[in-house]
């Protein structure tokens, strides 16, 4: 699933990963390294909330 | 919306907060002795009644059955229905089987309600007429499991009968599931009947396998049949503990008497016993009695909670008002609120109102807000119901009642206006029982310590918006630690960090100093306080994981990049700017997700896009229409542009035969960014930077303060979280001008997320973010652009008035983008 940061607005998802963040394609949300970060802003993936 | 019900009055979620629903069933002409008897008389107004008083108790809906041999049902069906509509304010439930007089009384009633109730007695065929005429007026409809061979016993029956009742409803007539609610029907487990041994299990098996297997469906239950057969006073404990465990197994409503329910607090460990033990057989093998005989013997002689539940007139009345208004804290409701706290002090001290009733149900809002199942609008109007509940009781207090709560003194530092921050922790707090003292914003040390001592306080809360603020904050305790204060102090907002409450605040003070990342963390502090055990915040480097800070598109930033021609050189001030050409950069995501917190969360996407389009975006036009024509918004610019060249890390901004430097910091490890490299270096022939301070004024600040100060939580945080994301969009408004003005803007985004992935050339850096986290930058910013020509003035600790203002540099360089350090 997407998932959007409540707090800027980016849209993490899965099928592209967060190439800035080092995380590759077909990684799942809840499966992002520990210490990831919105590559815009920098909140937690506690700020994210489900998309779509 | 999420599935409702509505009268005239007021809509009733079908799923509420905090399950059952409670349906009333006293307006019933087979299960009340007293509403047949007025029935049989005619006297439609003393019908009425018993439904105003079932509302009273605490009912949520009414069932109305005026179904009795020899009596015209369509008629008093009509006649009862047109009077309930108008002085009954919940929703009713029409009770019949009989089409005719179910759709007469569709067309009657002004609001969505539920109709019950079908089954498949008659293999479906009127079933199948009573879905359609749902459909067609838009109602809610419970559906028995009954079939042709009567009531099913075992929960593999229930179940068939559910799913084929289903697939009848939604699959051949159309229905949503959500417009269906199955009742799996009980047989009582106090007859003896060694058949009916498992009555309850099976029905609790039903419930749950119903909820799993028919997604979206609703379930409701006639709880008293469980007990039939036994000594009333027994009768209303079982029913009480019957109905948690059906709740725990995923009942929606339950139709009872409101005012017989007595809360499982009230009832003793060992009453429970003995009902759990009936309700699901247990203790019957072997030796010694079974579990009914033990049931019926227990409750035989001493049966204090029972006793106590009957104990005069009115105890029932009570328990409904208990319920009641615990209900309108979680789910905001405030019609009758009054009403019903006069019906709760005549049998407790106001104060233990406060504490035993309004302070769980506040409680229980944090915890459901803590689980992610309740949005934060939706705490601020639990927040706003208790608010008045607390002002009703609050002239009943003795005084020495009212001196008995912690008092918490709170501020906003020294140079600093953000007001939203600390007075959400009020709300919280002073709605969770403490008093607040609440002494407003740019505060100094010393007033704070004058204040604390005046009003004794207990705890006192510092709250800031920048990082500049967190610093005053540790020497803010120096102070207070040379005062002599020991009274705990907490600390919050956006800047502070729990690393740097404990290395740098923590040991300048002698009383626990204790970071709090939102108000129910300071609220879970008081709570601390309060038991003793309240302790400063650590910090254990180790323990953390290093967040990975992104960065990095491409290597190598390119060096020989033309530089564009500006317009002008200088700075210029813009106060004609129109509203409507702003609004469409507004980050609509951020806004309703983030400021407004009406997140997605546990929500399906059909029920968010409801709630989005009931409640969400209406209030988002109706903002957008007063910011453009009650001049809310008021946009002003102070921008320019400047010959600049980078010297290492800084950049020097040559203006008016004087240089401004600004030193960047530079990515400790690879691809190591910073600002300086975008532009050219004097020897590569310099290069040219703009920079913007925007605001949207006051008014709108002044708008939100005026609904805080009315108790409108809600507004409150909506008016204040707009004029944010609006002030953000003016920023977004202002720089793709500036890239136009620059001859730059080739390749501008086609929507709204290409500006949140910064999809044009160049990018804005603002002060304080972390790319150039200096705050000091300000001080040359003001210089060079004069923002106080445009009402913006700087604070001693850097901070920009009024608040609703940012700023930044804007560099055209192509790979240029957000990057931490
Ligand atoms: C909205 C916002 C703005 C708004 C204005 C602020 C406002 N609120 O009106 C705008 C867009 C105008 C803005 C501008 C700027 N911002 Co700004 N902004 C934010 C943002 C996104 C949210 C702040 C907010 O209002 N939150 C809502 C309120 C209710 O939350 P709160 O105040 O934090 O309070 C809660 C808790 O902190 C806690 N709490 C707070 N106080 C207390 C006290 C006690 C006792 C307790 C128990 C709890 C408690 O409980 C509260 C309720 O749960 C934050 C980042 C973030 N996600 O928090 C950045 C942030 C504060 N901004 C930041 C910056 C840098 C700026 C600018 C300097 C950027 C610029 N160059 O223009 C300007 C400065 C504005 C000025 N006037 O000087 C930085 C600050 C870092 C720093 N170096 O100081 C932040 C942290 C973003 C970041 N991650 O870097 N900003
Ligand atoms: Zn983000």
Not at chain 1, 16 to 43: I, N
Not at chain 2, 115 to 123: K, M, T
Not at chain 2, 356 to 370: D, K, T
Request: aromatic residues 8%; glycine residues 10%.
């Amino acid at each position: 699933m997407k998932m959007i940061c409540t707090n800027c607005g980016y849209v993490y998802d899965p099928a592209e990963g967060d190439p800035m963040g080092g995380v590759e394609a077909g990684v799942a949300f809840e499966a992002l390294p520990e210490g990831w970060v919105c590559p815009l802003c920098y909140a937690g993936p506690a700020a994210f909330d489900a998309y779509g | 919306m999420r599935p409702s019900l509505s009268s005239l009055y007021q809509a009733v979620e079908l799923r509420s907060a905090i399950p059952p629903l409670l349906i009333g069933e006293r307006t019933n002409a087979n299960g009340s002795k007293l509403f047949r008897e007025r029935l049989l008389a005619d006297d439609f107004a003393g019908c009425l009644q018993i439904g105003l008083e079932q509302e009273a108790n605490g009912a949520q809906v009414l069932d109305l059955c005026a179904a009795y041999a020899g009596r015209d049902e369509l008629r008093d069906m009509c006649e009862l229905v047109s009077r309930f509509a108008r002085s009954v304010k919940i929703p009713l439930m029409i009770d019949s089987t009989t089409p005719e007089v179910i759709e007469a009384c569709l067309k009657l009633y002004p609001g969505r309600c539920v109709v019950n109730s079908v089954n498949l007695e008659d293999g479906g065929r009127t079933a199948r007429r009573v879905f359609g005429l749902i459909r067609k007026y838009g109602a809610a409809v419970v559906a028995l499991t009954i079939g042709e061979q009567g009531m099913a016993m075992t929960a593999e029956d229930k179940v068939a009968l559910a799913r084929r009742l289903h697939g009848l409803a939604v699959d051949t007539c159309g229905l949503r599931p959500s417009d269906l609610l199955f009742d799996a029907l009980t047989f009582t487990v106090g007859a003896g009947d060694e058949t009916l041994r498992s009555a309850a299990v099976q029905t609790l098996r039903a419930i749950r396998e119903i909820k799993a297997s028919l997604p979206g469906v609703g379930t409701v239950l006639g709880l008293s049949n469980i007990s039939f057969g036994l000594a009333p006073a027994s009768r209303r404990i079982l029913n009480s503990v019957f109905l948690h465990e059906a709740v725990e197994a995923g009942l929606d409503a339950a139709i009872v008497d409101a005012g017989k329910i007595v809360p499982l607090a009230r009832i003793s460990e060992r009453e429970r016993e003995v009902c759990l033990d009936l309700l699901y057989d247990r203790g019957g093998e072997g030796e010694g009695p079974g579990p009914l005989p033990r049931f019926i013997e227990y409750f035989k002689g001493a049966a204090p909670a029972a006793q106590e539940a009957v104990a005069g007139a009115g105890a029932g009345r009570f328990e409904g008002a208990e319920r009641a208004v615990s209900r309108q804290v979680v789910e905001g409701v405030r019609e009758g609120l009054e009403d019903n706290l006069a019906i709760l002090v005549r049998r407790l001290a106001p104060l233990a109102v406060i504490n035993q009733i309004l302070v769980p149900a506040m409680r229980q809002v944090g915890e459901l807000f803590g689980r992610g199942e309740l949005l934060l609008p939706f705490v601020l109007q639990s927040a706003e119901v208790m608010k008045r509940a607390v002002a009703w009781l609050e002239p009943l207090l003795s005084r020495e009642e009212a001196s008995q709560r912690t008092r918490v003194l709170l501020a906003t530092v020294q140079g600093d206006v953000h007001d939203i921050g600390k007075n959400l922790v009020e709300i919280i707090f002073s709605n969770n029982g403490y008093e607040v003292v609440n002494i407003g914003i740019k505060v100094p040390a010393e007033t704070i310590i004058a204040k604390a001592r005046e009003c004794g306080a207990d705890v006192i809360g510092l709250s800031g918006l920048l990082v500049k603020s967190a610093l005053i904050m540790r020497e803010n305790l120096a102070q207070f630690r040379e005062a002599g204060l020991r009274q705990p102090v907490l600390l919050g907002g956006a800047a502070l960090t729990p690393r740097f409450v404990a290395e740098s605040c923590v040991p300048s003070y002698d009383a626990p100093v204790v970071y709090c990342a939102d108000a129910f963390a300071g609220l879970a502090a008081l709570r601390a306080h309060e038991a003793g055990s309240l302790t400063s915040t650590v910090w254990r480097a180790a323990a953390q994981a290093t967040a990975v800070r992104p960065s990095a598109r491409g290597g190598e930033v390119q060096r020989g990049v033309p530089v564009p021609e500006p317009p002008f050189y200088g700075c210029r001030h813009v106060t004609e700017i129109d509203v409507a050409e702003v609004l469409p950069y507004v980050n609509i995501e951020a806004l309703f997700r983030g400021r407004w917190g009406y997140r997605r969360a546990k929500l399906s996407a059909e029920e968010y896009e409801a709630l989005l389009e009931g409640t969400v975006r209406p209030l988002y036009r109706e903002l957008s229409r007063r910011a453009v024509e009650e001049g809310l918004v008021q946009p002003r610019v102070a921008y320019g542009y400047y010959r600049c060249y980078s010297a290492g890390d800084a950049l020097c901004v040559v203006d008016g035969g004087k240089e401004y430097r600004f030193p960047f910091p530079r990515q400790a490890a690879a691809p190591h960014l910073c600002i300086a490299d975008y532009f050219r270096s004097e020897a590569e022939g310099g290069d040219v930077a703009g920079f913007f301070v925007v605001t949207t004024g006051e008014a709108l600040d002044r708008e939100a303060h005026a609904l805080y100060g009315a108790d409108r939580y809600r507004d409150y945080l909506m008016t204040h979280g707009f004029g944010v994301e609006v002030t953000d969009a003016l920023a977004e408004y202002w720089h793709a001008r500036m890239r136009r003005e620059l001859g730059i803007a080739g390749s501008e985004p086609a929507d709204l997320n290409g500006y949140v992935t910064q999809g044009y050339q160049g990018s804005r850096f603002g002060f304080g973010y972390p790319a150039c986290p200096e705050l000091e930058a300000h001080r040359p910013v003001f210089e060079l652009l004069r923002p106080e020509r445009i009402g913006v003035t700087l604070s001693e600790t850097l901070q920009m008035v009024p608040e609703q203002t940012t700023s930044a540099i804007v560099a055209h360089h192509p790979q240029a983008k957000y990057f931490a350090v």
